[in-house]
């Protein structure tokens, strides 16, 4: 995926692009919603409110993406929500033992 590609290069407004294009495409597509997240961790600065619009469908799928719960984990040490990080590692190991 040309998606991919851009991160892997460290073009981050590309992977952005790619992910948004297959978002067009496809909006269930939960890999490019979770790499467009990872795109918006990984930006200088980072931004964990983006990150979050992206991960919030993951987050409520059955069962949530356990890569999207991690992610949201560290959106919350970011933005500073402390008590909503620490909930994250449980919800991982209910996420992983469907």
Known sequence: MRGNAAFARGDLAAAERHYGHALDADPSDEASRNNRAACCLQAKPPRPRDAMKWLRPLLH?????????YRAGR????????????????????????
């Open 75 to 98: 959106c919350c040490i970011m933005l500073g929500e402390l008590e909503r990080a620490q909930a994250v590692p449980s919800a991982i190991a209910i996420a992983c033992s469907y």
């Open 61 to 69: 799928a059955s069962p949530p993406n356990a890569k999207a719960l």
